[in-house]
DNA sequence: TCTGGGGTCCTTTTGCCC
DNA sequence: TCTGGGGCAAAAGGACCC
């Protein structure tokens, strides 16, 4: 689901390319969104089908070939992805199916190297050193992955293979759609010289703006101009980052295990709102929603933020840091309300808010101490047992008295925004 | 064309202490 | 007492990824 495609001007290779050392490959599973959809309606195959929410704000999630051949892209805003390509069926995302598709497909690239790095629900880099005595070459083994995918799960994939990881990522963008590409440790420089600046890893529109504004247009470009260029024009870091990889230098092992930073809920209204009940009311739903996320994953954190867009797309973010770690709605609710107000937003047109927690820690090792005439440990189990009725009943069965549709804004009880699932 | 929702990481700003 | 500045951590903003 790379948002960016691009070409070589041309590719060199006439003979088999030489894979050895290219021990990390990048799977990358082809428009993962629209090709798992269609498993559920053969009879669209072939046709523009775009994956997307029907509601007036939603952007395309994924579209099959057939429809980016109009133009249609990831990220695109749904309105303009219609207006593009009228003949095409709209179906809603469906979450569960593509990760229970992911599940499967992450299961069978363990068959070959437990070194498996998912980066999301539709990619992985694998690293294959210690399986090429077992199973043969890097090439071989994609070869082998590719099919095995396409067998078990219907849908197909794309396989880069090299010596780093993000040349395998540059590498199975180019082998897109169903291919496989090899970049050999001699061609690795010469291969990123040629792409574009937009192609790395990290350079989005407003990096590439700024490159372009030095006369730097391909990687070759980046790999020639002086260090302290860079750093001053991106800053120490980037500069660094992009030079090294320009170089095709690139120290990042295949991680296994990936601790997450955060856990975090935001949701778009579908119309402005300038109504402080009704997005408190919001902010109690995400925080809801991101408490039991933490209860279920195990874990507690340290700090809410709370994220407010307005009507111009204009963001911001307010952050507290608490006494004591915690997972309970009621305590991220209340610290979310509060930086919320605390804004003193006078009318003020709003488009989105988010609820955020990080500084996570394993709620095994954290200490909770209820404070004095804070009766903590009541909120916490009132929401383990709205955990388990939710386990047996579905999610939404048990509800805060304010979140039951109607019980607090009659005028509102229409309103498909606030039914909750 | 009018921009979702899930995140990560980096830089700059701010506030505090010494 | 006032001021400056170094060092640090937290907060805020923004770019980027899928």
């Given at each position: 689901m790379s948002r960016r495609q691009f070409t070589l001007?041309?590719?060199?290779?006439?003979?088999?390319?030489?894979?050895?050392?290219?021990?990390v490959l990048h799977v990358d599973m082809d428009a993962f969104f629209a090709s798992a959809s269609l498993l559920a309606r053969p009879d669209l195959r072939g046709t523009p089908v775009i994956i997307g929410g029907?509601?007036?704000r939603g952007v395309v999630l994924s579209a099959t070939y057939e429809a980016r051949r109009f133009g249609v892209t990831s990220a695109m805003p749904m309105g303009r992805a219609r207006r593009l390509c009228p003949s095409a069926t709209v179906l809603p995302p469906d979450h569960a199916l593509y990760a229970r598709i992911s599940k499967a497909v992450m299961a069978t690239f363990r068959d070959w190297t437990p070194i498996v790095e998912p980066l999301s629900v539709d990619e992985a880099f694998l690293d294959v050193s210690g399986a090429l005595r077992r199973s043969g070459s890097p090439a071989t083994i994609a070869g082998a992955i590719r099919d095995r995918v396409a067998d078990e799960q219907g849908i197909t994939c794309s396989v880069g293979v090299a010596p780093t990881k993000f040349v395998a990522k540059l590498a199975s963008n180019l082998a897109k759609p169903d291919g496989l590409v090899v970049v050999p440790r001699d061609e690795v420089v010469p291969f990123v010289h040629a792409l574009p600046v937009a192609a790395l890893w990290g350079v989005g529109d407003k990096t590439e703006e700024v490159l372009l504004r030095l006369g730097l247009k391909t990687v070759g470009d980046i790999a020639h101009t002086p260090l302290d260029t860079l750093r001053r024009a991106l800053g120490d870091a980037s500069g660094q980052h992009l030079h090294d990889l320009s170089w095709g230098r690139d120290p990042r092992t295949v991680q296994t295990l990936r601790e997450e930073r955060s856990i975090g809920a935001d949701s778009t209204f579908a119309e402005d709102v300038d109504d402080a009940v009704y997005i408190h009311r919001r902010l109690l739903q995400l925080s809801d929603k991101v408490a039991a996320r933490m209860r279920a994953a195990e874990l507690m954190g340290l700090t809410v933020s709370a994220k407010i867009r307005f009507s111009d797309f204009t963001t911001v973010t307010r952050a507290r840091t608490l006494h004591d770690p915690t997972d309970t709605s009621r305590v991220i609710y209340a610290a979310a309300r509060d930086l919320f107000d605390g804004l003193g937003l006078q009318r003020a047109r709003i488009r989105l808010v988010g609820v955020r927690v990080s500084g996570l820690i394993p709620a095994s090792t954290a200490s909770v101490q209820g404070v004095?005439?804070?009766?903590?440990h009541g909120w916490r189990d009132a929401d383990l047992a709205v955990d388990r009725a939710s386990r047996r009943f579905g999610a939404g069965s048990v509800l805060p008295a304010s979140l039951v549709t109607g019980a607090r804004s009659p005028s509102r009880s229409q309103d498909p925004d606030l039914s909750l699932p």
């Open positions: 001007p041309h590719r060199v290779s006439t003979e088999p390319p030489d894979d050895t050392g290219c021990t029907s509601g007036g004095l005439g804070e009766p903590d």
